[in-house]
């Protein structure tokens, strides 16, 4: 019997809150017919107001989503009602049975698309490998524009210093001038902290200026680090690496949990983070998905659920982030529905020891076991009766903090998020059921 | 930033060192000398100082690092108590998902298929609540926003958070409502749902679970309160010891305010008896006139007090059974005197009708309905049937039959009948139900029919309803309509269903029925939904019937979904 979704993952995969909202709408059996799963897909067809009905597929695996409505919504309110219906009421949609054809003809198609995509991504890999001389050069040629950036970074960086950053005009403002520059010298990571320095609260400025200068400076050395730490480096100036390049390196195969989601949007751009945990190598993994506006992410696991497949690592002194290789069957339920924690003390003690080896960590995935959730007028804290960490908002909207609170109800829960110098930042809290509920939205 | 960490002095002093330098510039300031741990103090020492600006930042970076890599945990803090436990079983996992699709359908309206999912809230609120469910906690914020929003959600609403509910509004100021909302039985929510569950573990409503607060607390709140937790204080105990919470009345009473008084006052309909009566009878010389109405409406109610006494004596000094019973003579008041007065008759009509009429009004309307039957030895009906005349100036009698007096007493018997929720003359004043072909439009029907449908027991509100709509449509059912209670029973559906058929082949247009076509998509039986479905498909392709009724066969379907998740 496979595992079904629980709500809040199937809505969490709605591109907007009108399709939640339809979605919702469509959740009853009425206006399904012909529903069945077997365990690797969904179908059904929903009738419209129109006199053919809508058909839906739904590849869980991915997910992956078809339906012949012409909604631009993707997946659509017809792909997210027949997951509810699935999800909330499973005689409605009968397991075991087979696709029916239209069904069955294009989950087939999906497959074989799936392979050709792989079988281009290696071809392309091979390509880049196939002329390594002008691959080198032009490595070289960037290398040199990221240098001259991270220099210039240096010296703006020490100006206002010496000026002083109570000095409105100069301290204040102007950084996104500088931003450009470094999008310029091919330095997104760059770019992207420095144009955070505008919205920097003054008392935090300064170690945020610290924390870049160092970045810049070690990027002036960075042939000089050793590899791994040269790796992060070169990472979080804006070097990337081809998803293609990584899997053909060496990967981890292992049932890997997921511990929570958190989407961020901006106005172009969606953000998914998922975040792992190994359950036999214990190793903490970072996947990122992204999607335009109307559209979800592309990649979806429930949180919860563990999934057997290698990840491939991006390289760094402290190797968190991963792209998703080969998988191995769908999400199974975990055979411990709650993953295992530690106490406060311990998780700063984590973090300081993820700062050690890479001193730009802000956070450290971190799974808090036996804390309670406590608003007084100072705000969030976590407590486990010994020591108190402070519940770093980063965006968190007010509802998912009350949630946090009902759902312990002044009780001890294990929680999932980032421990940071900040604080800890809450993404997934964990009933006494065990069930997983995300504090994100 | 700081608050997470607890650091020596020293490297605190370090960094605020480091901190005022860089606010005021290295130009102006010069760079602090190392301080902090021995290796802190050797790393500051090796950094090159030849540029003051470019050291500070990687002193600034040296010490930061160390700080992160180094942060500690803050003191502990206090946790405060855990929320009760709650006993009730958990919602099934289909009417969990089923609430979070309602709860985020609060905003803004999709149109389409169906009618709006915030309309169908209350029903299932009502009916979770009626099965003695608890949803999941994670639920419960959202729960608690809506209800913050929609005030007629919120008995349900409290009502299933229980004791989490609660505990979670001691916490947020937002949802301070909870604590000012009486959840059990006879206050709020639908009449047909039952709201008494026979719950079997014994705990009783768990939203009364502020009924047991210690003495103090109760004896705080009633001194220290909001005014609206106060009303909500007294109506619980109300509920629980009425001499109690009269008790308390009375010993805060003088130093009240009159609005406040007058809100305190009503909250003693709850469980009012002839022990209350001498606080009313008191109350009767308030300096407040709506105090004093109030409380000669609450006296009129109840059958033996001294009000009701000495109203039943100003009806029988108005009305007289004439010509050996044949007839009902009326002499109303001549004046409106202090006694009347200060039985809460007001002496001008805020109507505008003649004085005299007003007052004879205000006398049969707090006037014992029995004292009527038993003077008489007649029924309700026999009463209502007689003709009724002025009797004139020497009191022998105009013509009987003139009708004077008739409406004016009837809409005082009418009043009297919902003020006292008496069955019997609230029939006999509806009359039988009527009958399709007859002109059965009771001109003789007195009153609001919907407030006197409402003193009635629901399966015969229905049951007349069905059959005023049978025979006059739905024109002006939709008053009466609203008193029955929901779901409809199947023959009031099938008549409603019925009716709309006449009315989409009449030419009418579905939006000149929209009050009831809404009302409609929330109360019609579920069972009604084959028949909807069959209208739909019979009317027309692509007129706004077909539209609607497809609409409202949706909704069904919806709603017997959602209902039937929620059966354990």
Redesign the interface.
């Given at each position: 019997m496979e595992e079904r979704w629980s709500?809040?993952h199937v809505?969490s995969l709605a591109p907007d809150?009108?399709s939640?909202?339809?979605?919702?709408?469509l959740?009853?059996?009425?206006?399904w017919s012909g529903t069945g799963t077997d365990g690797q897909a969904l179908w059904g067809e929903c009738k419209?107001?129109g006199s053919t009905p809508y058909r839906t597929v739904v590849e869980l695996t991915t997910p992956a989503y078809r339906c012949s409505c012409p909604s631009r919504k993707f997946p659509c309110k017809h792909a997210l009602g027949l997951l509810?219906l699935w999800?909330?009421?499973p005689e409605a949609v009968p397991a075991g049975g087979e696709p029916a054809d239209w069904a069955a003809d294009w989950l087939k198609e999906r497959q074989e698309r799936t392979e050709q995509a792989a079988e281009r991504r290696t071809a392309k890999a091979e390509a880049a490998a196939a002329d390594p001389a002008a691959a080198r050069r032009r490595a070289e040629k960037r290398s040199a524009r990221v240098a001259a950036g991270a220099q210039e970074l240096?010296l703006r960086?020490?100006?206002r210093?010496?000026?002083?950053?109570?000095?409105d005009g100069a301290g204040r403002s102007g950084w996104e001038e500088v931003a450009a520059r470094m999008v310029d010298a091919q330095a997104p990571g760059l770019a992207t902290k420095v144009r955070e320095l505008d919205h920097t609260a003054?008392?935090?400025?300064?170690?945020e200026?610290?924390?870049l200068?160092?970045l810049a400076?070690a990027y002036g050395r960075v042939d000089e680090l050793p590899e791994a730490l040269g790796a992060t480096v070169r990472a979080r100036v804006g070097f990337t690496t081809e998803t293609a390049e990584l899997l053909t390196g060496p990967t981890v195969r292992d049932r890997w949990q997921v511990l929570g989601v958190r989407d961020t949007p901006d106005e172009r751009l969606t953000t998914r983070r998922l975040w792992l945990r190994g359950a036999k190598t214990g190793r903490p993994a970072l996947l990122l998905a992204f999607g335009r506006p109307g559209q979800a992410p592309d990649l979806a696991l429930p949180t919860g659920q563990v999934l057997e497949a290698e990840l491939a690592f991006h390289p760094g002194a402290r190797p968190l982030r991963a792209v998703l290789g080969t998988r191995h069957g769908a999400p199974q339920p975990s055979d411990d529905a709650v993953p295992a924690g530690v106490s406060?003390?311990e998780a700063?003690a984590g973090?300081?020891?993820a700062?050690?080896e890479d001193?730009w960590?802000e956070s450290w995935p971190t799974v808090l076991t036996g804390v309670?959730p406590?608003?007084?007028v100072?705000g969030w804290?976590l407590?486990d009766?010994?020591?108190?960490?402070?519940l770093h908002r980063a965006g968190l909207p007010e509802?998912a903090l009350?949630?946090l609170?009902?759902?312990s109800?002044?009780?001890p829960v294990t929680l999932f998020g980032e421990c940071g110098?900040?604080?800890?930042t809450p993404v997934t809290v964990w009933?006494e059921l065990g069930?997983p509920?995300g504090l994100t939205q | 930033?700081t608050?997470?960490?607890t650091e020596p002095a020293a490297q605190a002093d370090a960094w605020e060192e480091?901190?005022t330098t860089?606010?005021?510039?290295?130009?102006?300031r010069p760079l602090p000398a190392p301080a902090g741990s021995p290796a802190l103090v050797a790393a500051a020492t090796a950094v090159d100082r030849t540029?003051?600006?470019?050291a500070?930042?990687?002193l600034?970076?040296l010490?930061?690092?160390r700080?992160?890599?180094?942060?500690?945990?803050?003191?502990?803090?206090?946790?405060?108590?855990?929320?009760p436990a709650d006993p009730r079983p958990e919602l099934p996992?289909?009417a969990?998902?089923?609430l979070?699709?309602?709860l985020?359908?609060r905003?803004?309206s999709?149109g389409?298929?169906?009618a709006n999912?915030t309309e169908l809230l209350p029903q299932w609120l009502a009916t979770a609540r009626a099965r003695g469910l608890r949803p999941?906690?994670?639920l419960?914020?959202?729960l608690l926003?809506s209800a913050r929003a929609r005030s007629e959600l919120r008995g349900d609403a409290v009502a299933l958070a229980g004791p989490?509910g609660r505990?979670?509004a001691e916490?947020?100021p937002d949802w301070r409502f909870v604590l000012r909302t009486v959840t059990d039985a006879a206050g709020t929510g639908d009449p047909a749902v039952p709201t008494s569950t026979g719950d079997p573990t014994g705990t009783g409503d768990p939203g009364a679970v502020g009924d047991r607060a210690a003495p103090g607390d109760e004896h705080r709140i009633w001194h220290e309160g909001l005014f609206a937790e106060r009303v909500t204080h007294l109506t619980r105990l109300r509920r629980t010891d009425p001499a109690a919470g009269l008790d308390l009345l009375r010993g805060t009473w003088t130093t009240e305010r009159a609005e406040d008084r007058l809100l305190f006052l009503d909250a003693l309909q709850d469980g009012l008896s002839p022990a209350d009566e001498p606080f009313l009878e008191a109350a009767l010389g308030d300096r407040s006139k709506n105090v004093r109405a109030t409380a000669a409406e609450l006296l009129s109610t109840l059958a033996g007090s001294a009000l009701a006494t000495r109203m039943a004596e100003r009806a029988r000094a108005a009305v007289r059974l004439a010509g050996t019973g044949r007839a009902l003579l009326v002499t109303p008041p001549s004046e409106c005197d202090a006694a009347m007065q200060r039985d809460g008759v007001a002496p001008k009509s805020p109507t505008g009708r003649g004085e005299r009429a007003w007052w004879f009004g205000e006398i049969v309307a707090a006037t014992p309905l029995r004292t009527w039957t038993d003077d008489t030895g007649l029924t309700p009906a026999r009463l209502l049937g007689l003709p009724v005349g002025d009797a004139g100036p020497d009191g022998s009698g105009t013509d009987p039959a003139d009708g004077t007096w008739t409406d004016d007493l009837r809409e005082g018997w009418a009043r009297a009948a919902v003020r006292q929720h008496d069955a019997d003359w609230a029939r006999a004043l509806l009359g039988p139900a009527p009958r399709p072909g007859r002109d059965g439009r009771t001109a003789r029907t007195a009153g609001a029919p919907a407030k006197l449908l409402a003193v009635l027991p629901a399966p015969e509100r229905a049951a007349w309803t069905a059959a005023f709509i049978q025979a006059h449509g739905l024109g002006e059912a939709f008053q009466l309509l609203g008193a029955c209670a929901t779901p409809w029973t199947p023959p009031l559906s099938t008549a409603v269903v019925a009716a709309l058929e006449r009315a989409a082949s009449s030419g009418t247009y579905p939006w000149s029925h929209s009050g009831v076509l809404g009302m409609t998509e929330r109360a019609l039986a579920p069972e009604a939904a084959p028949a909807v479905e069959a209208l739909a498909s019979d009317a027309a392709p692509d007129t706004a019937w077909a539209e609607t009724f497809?609409r409202l066969a949706?909704t069904l379907?919806?709603r017997a979904?959602?209902l039937a998740?929620l059966d354990v």
């Open positions: 709500t809040e809505l809150a009108p939640r909202k339809a979605a919702g709408k959740s009853s059996p009425a206006p419209g107001s509810l999800s909330g009421s240096r960086l020490a100006d210093i010496r000026h002083g950053l109570a000095d003054q008392g935090d400025l300064l170690e200026y610290a924390m200068h160092l400076t406060p003390a700063l973090y300081g020891a700062v050690a001193p960590t309670i406590v608003h007084d100072d804290h407590t009766g010994r020591d108190t960490l402070r509802p009350w949630r609170a009902a759902v109800g002044g009780r110098h900040r604080g800890f009933d069930r509920s | 930033m608050a997470t960490r480091l901190r860089a606010l005021l510039g290295t130009d102006r540029d003051p600006a470019t500070l930042l990687e600034a970076a010490t930061a690092v700080r992160r890599a180094g942060a500690r945990p803050g003191a502990v803090q206090p946790a405060g108590p855990a929320a996992v289909a969990a998902r089923r979070t699709v309602l985020d359908g905003s803004g999709a389409g298929t169906l999912l999941p906690a994670a419960l914020p959202a926003d989490l505990w979670l916490r947020n497809a949706g379907r919806f979904a959602m998740e």
